[in-house]
């Protein structure tokens, strides 16, 4: 990760929890059937931000550790799922997690791996990871196909401050088969929604980190740009950002 990666998220955490979309529930029983990931399992949830990833897998019965190198945000993943009795929080970087050798079961990076220097973190990933260790890469990646969705991304690119160079939409095929290699690696592709009134959307996009806040200039004008893309899609008060939920998995470490 690079320093930039590690503290952008800081000034929205709150913004982040409310409004960034959650995983489909499927996920897990995909994992479970395709590579046996029983809940025995102890999970390392690299990039974990506020948990939104790991609260996934603690729901469904697994033990994880949540690596984050954001204060803030580690705070906030603590404050929300500290109850949990398979959840422990720390400190660390997908290059350097602070995880110890062999120890790791399988590896996820939900809405992270774009931040992360490759090449480190796979060599990171096959030391902490046991022998047969897991790694599954999960996006929700926003749709693009109806009007409304394509608007929506001009208006992003339009008052983005660098969207076009961090969008995770950058990482295609080649860069996770050279992740991978020389091991195979799949894909699955889930459905995934989020529904908002006004305020939903404008929370939705002010959780990007490229976005203009409140106390940047250009905020008043991307608002504006927002109500009146609103008001022109809107049924019923409500917009619906439809996501493929995509998650490319591998067996890096054959035992």
Do not use: C
């Not at 790991?54 to 993943?77: C, H, S, V, W």
């Not at 791996?113 to 929700?140: S, V």
């Amino acid at each position: 990760m690079t320093t930039n990666s590690t503290t952008r998220f800081s000034n929205r955490v709150n913004d982040y929890v409310k409004y960034r979309p959650g995983y489909p529930a499927q996920i897990i029983g995909y994992l479970q059937q395709q590579y046996n990931l029983t809940t025995d399992k102890l999970i390392g949830d690299i990039g974990a931000g506020t948990g939104i990833s790991t609260q996934l897998f603690l729901e469904a019965g697994y033990r994880i550790i949540a690596i984050e190198p954001n204060q803030p945000m580690r705070d906030k993943a603590i404050e929300l799922l500290g109850n949990w009795p398979g959840f422990k929080a720390q400190n660390g970087t997908a290059e350097d997690t602070g995880l110890a050798t062999e120890s790791i079961d399988a590896v996820i990076a939900g809405q992270a791996f774009h931040w992360f220097d490759a090449g480190k973190t796979r060599t990171e990933f096959d030391r902490i990871l046991k022998p047969n260790g897991l790694i599954a890469l999960i996006w929700n990646e926003r749709r693009t196909g109806s009007a409304f969705e394509q608007e929506y991304d001009e208006l992003i690119i339009k008052h983005g401050k660098d969207y076009v160079q961090v969008d995770h939409r950058n990482i295609d095929a080649d860069h996770i088969g050279s992740f991978f290699n020389p091991q195979p690696w799949q894909l699955k592709t889930f459905y995934n929604e989020q529904i908002f009134n006004f305020d939903g959307l404008k929370g939705r996009l002010a959780s990007s980190s490229y976005m203009p806040t409140k106390d940047d200039e250009g905020y008043e004008a991307m608002i504006t740009d927002l109500q009146a893309l609103f008001d022109k899609y809107q049924q019923n008060g409500s917009i619906t950002i439809q996501y493929d939920t995509n998650v490319y998995t591998g067996i890096v470490k054959p035992a």
